[in-house]
């Protein structure tokens, strides 16, 4: 049997790093707010706002939960059940013809 | 077999138990929130009779209530750091600030529930009012809970229990606050923006 050191504590960002996340995510709001109510971005309305609703959820996951400079096992641990989640919930639209046309 | 221990506790992972055990609770509140949301996307526009979400969804004002719980996260994640470091004061400060903006989402919740009932849409009144308030609804409860977990919180620091050797207490009730925040991302996009 083997007796590594403790494990020492991960190192979280600073406080700057969580001022600038906020900002970020403040930016992006207002940027998918703007998108709402330009006419011109119409068209490309459904994959703007879900890219840049999905940049807002990384930044939170990734630095207010700590998932980036945390364990690997913990975003194991939150990924999978992420995937499964989404994985269902695509296959209910797909069920319900929520994606066809008419 | 190696062990390593974390907190005092010898654990197999060199993990502490109760934030991976959190972190797997994080993993089934998203499976409750997808089949939440993805109820909602498949009965999205398949009301026989309004109010539809283009005549009654208030995005400048939702927009606010976003914004307010966004920075609710940063409080949380300041005082994470101020408990840490052992600034009692600061991390009295941060909890508080918290658990306002959390209140403060509340009662945009509660605004919107009332005005959207006054305008004839209940969760019985069509299948848009049936998804939007269950949907909703989950999400608000689980931020009252948040807002009770803070408050906990904020007595335990003021009773001189929330030392730096606390701070995974706090690190859980902010993986549980963020998980809302970014349930509410998806909520806020999915249902107020794409129309």
């Known amino acids: 049997m083997t007796q590594p050191p403790a494990s020492a504590e991960p190192k979280h960002p600073g406080t700057g790093t969580y001022l600038a996340v906020a900002a970020v995510l403040t930016i992006i709001t207002l940027v998918e707010v703007g998108v709402f109510y330009v006419p011109a971005f119409k068209p490309v309305l459904v994959p703007v706002l879900l890219v840049l609703s999905s940049a807002k959820f990384a930044l939170v996951v990734m630095f207010y939960m700590h998932l980036k400079s945390d364990h690997k096992l913990f975003t194991l641990v939150f990924s999978l059940p992420l995937m499964l989640a989404l994985g269902v919930g695509i296959a209910l639209l797909l069920l319900y013809s929520v994606f066809a046309s008419g | 077999m190696t062990t390593a221990t974390a907190h005092g506790h010898a654990t197999s992972t060199g993990l502490d138990n109760r934030k991976l055990a959190f972190w797997t609770f994080i993993g089934s509140e998203c499976l409750l929130f997808g089949s939440l949301i993805s ?148 909520i806020f996009t999915v249902v107020y923006l794409i129309q």
């Open chain 2, 39 to 186: 109820t909602y996307l498949v009965y999205k526009g398949r009301s026989v009779r309004g109010p539809t979400p283009q005549e009654i969804l208030n995005i400048p004002l939702t927009s606010v209530s976003t914004f307010d719980l966004l920075m609710s996260s940063l409080a949380m994640v300041l005082a994470l750091a101020a408990v840490a470091r052992g600034d009692r004061v600061w991390a009295r400060v941060w909890l508080a600030t918290t658990a306002f903006l959390g209140v403060i989402f509340l009662g945009f919740q509660a605004y919107e529930f009332t005005e959207f009932v006054h305008r004839g849409l209940t969760i019985r009144t069509n299948l848009f009012g049936s998804t939007f308030f269950t949907l909703t609804g989950f999400h608000g409860g689980h931020v009252l809970v948040g807002v009770v977990w803070l408050v906990t919180l904020l007595v335990r620091s003021f009773q001189g229990k929330l030392g730096p050797d606390k701070a995974v207490n706090v690190e859980i009730a902010g993986l549980y606050w963020h998980f809302v925040d970014v349930v509410w991302i998806v």
